[in-house]
């Protein structure tokens, strides 16, 4: 089963973005991916009540092609945040939080804490725009929580380092790495594999903000085993959100 586990639905003026779930579906169904995990842009940037419901939405409507991270738009919200990730959770049965960090607004801090410990306690992952330093931070006050560092440091938030970003994940059993990312170096994933294991590698394409075509085939036309391939693209995300395939 492949999973394209990095995937934004919604709609921003800022990015350029208008994506349904029908859109994200046919998009899908082109790359020949089974299933999608979508965070919604009106909770990521704007509201995250709206954006989270239009989500459950999009959810009821391909429930078996779409897999919700639960978005917030800040993580300085405190309880209101806490009480937001565990209606989607319980109510709207998303399976995994995404959290946004800017030089501007990092998550490095001490709000984001106990958003990590509410979903170590939901046991569900966290898709992190960050970088490496920020999940090091993190991780040191919430080592059991499964983070997940979006674009593995390869976006200029980062400085494109995904040297660095495997540096972190080697200190850290639950720091995985997301494979999307606007740069597409030589090596990249099978350094990865061979320093962390195929089983911390996570398979996504960024779709819309990115085309999801070269993130496929950068990973699908390496040379790495099928039993690494099959963790890359779809196992592992299933396993940490605990859905079965």
């Known amino acids: 089963m492949i999973v394209d586990a990095h995937v934004h639905i919604g709609k921003s003026t800022r990015l350029q973005i208008d994506a349904d779930g029908e859109m994200l579906i046919r998009i899908a169904d082109e790359m020949g991916f089974d299933r999608i995990c979508c965070t919604d842009l009106t909770a990521l940037f704007y509201d995250m009540h709206e954006g989270n419901q239009l989500l459950a939405q999009e959810m009821k409507r391909f429930p078996d092609r779409i897999l919700g991270y639960a978005s917030l738009h800040s993580t300085r919200f405190g309880q209101e945040a806490i009480d937001e990730l565990r209606r989607c959770y319980y109510d709207y049965g998303m399976r995994g939080l995404k959290i946004y ?5 990092s998550i490095a801090e001490p709000s984001t804490i106990p958003i ?3 979903c170590v306690a939901l046991d569900i992952p966290i898709l992190a725009h960050t970088t490496p330093q920020e999940c090091e931070y993190l991780l ?3 080592p059991t929580a499964k983070l997940i560092m979006a674009h593995a440091g390869g976006q200029p938030f980062a400085k494109g380092d995904w040297n660095r970003a495997i540096m972190a994940a080697k200190r850290f059993d639950s720091l995985y790495l997301d494979t999307a990312s606007s740069t597409i170096d030589l090596g990249f994933l099978e350094t990865c594999v ?3 294991g195929a089983s911390k590698i996570i398979f996504g394409t960024d779709t819309p903000l ?3 075509w070269p993130q496929w085939t950068k990973v699908r036309e390496t040379k790495l085993p099928a039993s690494d391939l099959e963790l890359i693209l779809g196992g592992n ?3 940490l959100m605990r859905v079965a395939a």
Do not use: F, H, K, Q
Not at 101 to 105: A, H, N, Q, R, Y
């Open 116 to 118: 990590l410990e509410a």
């Open 101 to 105: 960090s800017t030089p501007e607004m």
């Open 237 to 239: 995300i299933l396993r």
């Open 210 to 212: 990115l085309d999801p």
């Open 194 to 196: 061979a320093e962390l």
């Open 140 to 142: 040191g006050y919430v």
